[in-house]
């Protein structure tokens, strides 16, 4: 009998262990996300992307929602239930992380820009079309994220104590998150950059 308890005190621990590692890797990537984020906006504004700058505003915002509920749920729920939420976003986040449109797609597109005159109606033309195809990609993965929000929501209510306070409590400290990166993307007064020839630093792989 002894043994059984010492084995199951043992397991609950090891539980734990794994869920306060998990909660510190989830503080970590959130951190480096919007870090990159906020470099990737930074370009944009500086390139005169103001849509994609939109755009990547809007993923941060999404990404941050996903991250605080899955805080919460490392807090507070089980590890299977824990797993639950992970599997959904597993293929998502590889695909997320496994970006050939950006990694691959876009310089290619950058190379061929290189080959008009710079500041013709050509080159601007081609230079607009960039944009928009990037701003259609991350809207995209957006809205994939966006389309998983029912299920993620329905074990986060079933593990949260108040439903009500802790989507409240989400929506103000992302809110707040975002309101900091507008302020800094307001602040920021660094001149149009001329358009990059044959690659792009914007990268949203997070």
């Given at each position: ?92 986040e ?30 601007n ?66 001149p ?13 792989s997070?």
């Open positions: 009998m002894a043994e059984i308890e010492s084995a199951a005190k043992l397991k609950l621990a090891g539980a734990e262990n794994d869920r306060i590692v998990l909660w510190k890797e989830t503080q970590m990537e959130l951190a480096e996300f919007n870090a990159k984020m906020e470099s990737a906006m930074i370009e944009a504004r500086a390139r005169g992307f103001y849509a994609m700058q939109q755009a990547l505003m809007g993923m941060l915002k999404e990404v941050n929602v996903v991250a605080e509920e899955r805080l919460v749920l490392i807090e507070n729920a089980s590890i299977a239930q824990i797993k639950q939420v992970e599997n959904l976003y597993a293929d998502l590889s695909d997320i992380k496994n970006d050939h449109f950006m990694a691959e797609k876009v310089p290619q597109l950058y190379h061929i820009l290189g080959q008009f005159p710079e500041g013709s109606a050509v080159f033309s081609y230079l607009k079309g960039i944009e928009l195809e990037m701003v259609a990609q991350i809207q995209f993965k957006t809205q994939q994220m966006q389309q998983l929000e029912t299920r993620r929501k329905s074990v986060l209510d079933s593990v949260a104590a108040s439903k009500h306070l802790i989507h409240q409590h989400i929506n103000e400290v992302v809110s707040l998150r975002v309101q900091q990166m507008e302020h800094v993307m307001l602040e920021y007064k660094q149009i950059m001329p358009a990059l020839r044959g690659s792009s630093a914007i990268n949203t997070c």
